[in-house]
């Protein structure tokens, strides 16, 4: 059984990812850990009477949020009438990355998904704050929904990549396992930019292509191409609905996920994609 957590915080944006999550694995025997968490309220250090009104108010808010939660938990099973599928509602007093640290070590969860919103809606954030966060603290998958993004079998899926990823990445499964779920053609992605692969790289194409056999996947080359224009180009190309990528510290999806996109083009996912931890 998989284990996958979907964080909320009651919005519209977090409702639509939650439903594409339980239609994206409505095959798949889940446990879905759906998550809210609400901010600690500064304690005061003055009379016990403010301390009480204090502990009062929090309680008061995990009692709202439990029903809230109990809401979406019982729409789901309404909407969906899903056999395969149980649910486990969680709310809690705090930060949300905290807590969701917390909750993928304890429930041993295989996957997050959440709905990318900026802060201020901005069509230049490439993603939402929560979700940045999350990918650059948490060491689990994340999908990210993008807002408005009504359910589509996800048909053609674009994995752009450096070669420079770990063959022993445990997380490569999560991509097979998608891919024969929905019977997808899987794009690997090559930027060149005129400089040759290693035989490092070369040799992890060729793993790839043997880990993918059962597959129905193609390799590509982007030529020179700068590589956010290079992957919105191919998506438009190809009918692309949805990306995966490897995130890591030291590969260029550093800056693409953290960089503004202005000046040059408005870089605004329109579609749900996988980020993967890698393993350095």
């Known amino acids: 059984m998989k284990s996958i957590l979907l964080p909320t915080d009651f919005s519209e ?27 600690p309220v500064n304690i005061s250090t003055g009379s016990m009477m403010d301390n009480y009104s204090t502990y009062a108010v929090q309680d008061a808010e995990k009692e709202i949020a439990a029903q809230k939660l109990q809401k979406i938990e019982n729409r789901l099973k309404t909407d969906f009438k899903n056999t395969k599928h149980t649910f486990v509602t969680i709310a809690s007093l705090n930060l949300l990355t905290s807590e969701m640290t917390e909750v993928i070590k304890n429930h041993d969860i295989d996957l997050v998904i959440m709905g990318t919103k900026g802060a201020t809606g901005a069509k230049e954030i490439f993603i939402g704050t929560n979700t940045m966060h999350a990918i650059k603290k948490l060491e689990c998958p994340i999908i990210a929904v993008p807002s408005g993004f009504k359910y589509e079998k996800p048909k053609d899926i674009l994995f752009p990549t ?38 490092k790289q070369e040799q992890t194409e060729a793993f790839l292509d043997i ?7 193609l390799f590509h080359t982007g030529e020179g191409q700068d590589i956010v224009e290079a992957i ?5 190309k190809h009918k692309v609905n949805f990306l995966i990528m490897i995130y890591s510290n030291h590969n260029f999806i550093e800056n693409l996920l953290f960089k503004p996109v202005v000046n040059q083009m408005v870089y605004h996912t329109n579609i749900p ?7 350095e």
């Open 13 to 39: 944006n977090a409702d639509n990812a939650i439903s594409y999550a339980v239609q994206l694995y409505k095959d798949v025997d889940c446990k879905f850990y759906i998550l809210h968490t609400y901010t």
């Open 162 to 199: 450096d070669y420079k990823i770990s063959k022993s990445n445990l997380y490569l499964s999560l991509i097979k396992e998608l891919c024969k779920e929905h019977t997808s053609i899987l794009h690997i992605l090559n930027i060149y930019q005129n400089i040759p692969l290693k035989e």
């Open 211 to 217: 880990f993918f056999e059962g597959n129905t996947h």
């Open 232 to 236: 919105e180009t191919f998506k438009t």
């Open 273 to 279: 994609f996988l980020v993967i931890p890698s393993e």
